[in-house]
Nanobody, 123 residues
Framework: QVQLVESGGGLVQAGGSLRLSCAAS????????MGWFRQAPGKEREFVAA????????YYSDSVKGRFTISRDNAKNTVYLQMNSLKPEDTAVYYC????????????????WGQGTQVTVSS
């Protein structure tokens, strides 16, 4: 099983940027699609972005498309989420997760989760 540790969260003003990182341990990292999710207070966890095992395919929720970019460096066992033009509604705890396969679709199951990193966007 892959172990995941997120970092890079913090407090930023609206319109600003943050880059989240997710460091993975485990030899299967390069074989799994990876995803970012978020959960705001009082709301359900929601999908943000995903990337295939090779990085060739990426997927985004409509709410972040054009503002966020997911990427990965398999040599460093790390997946990133570059967040630009942040809005107060992006405030949430952000989690990375490892999929149970190399590709992502809406039925993909994620088997390993990080502990989350807080992102707060002030207006």
């Amino acid at each position: 099983q892959v172990q995941l540790v997120e970092s890079g969260g913090g407090l930023v003003q609206a319109g600003g940027s943050l880059r989240l990182s997710c460091a993975a341990s485990g030899r299967t990292f390069g074989s799994n699609a990876m995803g970012w999710f978020r959960q705001a207070p009082g709301k359900e966890r929601e999908f943000v972005a995903a990337i295939s095992w090779s990085g060739a395919s990426t997927y985004y929720s409509d709410s972040v498309k054009g503002r966020f970019t997911i990427s990965r460096d398999n040599a460093k066992n790390t997946v990133y989420l570059q967040m630009n033009s942040l809005k107060p509604e992006d405030t949430a705890v952000y989690y990375c997760a490892a999929a149970r396969g190399p590709y992502y679709n809406q039925r993909t199951l994620f088997g390993s989760w990080g502990q989350g990193t807080q992102v707060t966007v002030s207006s």
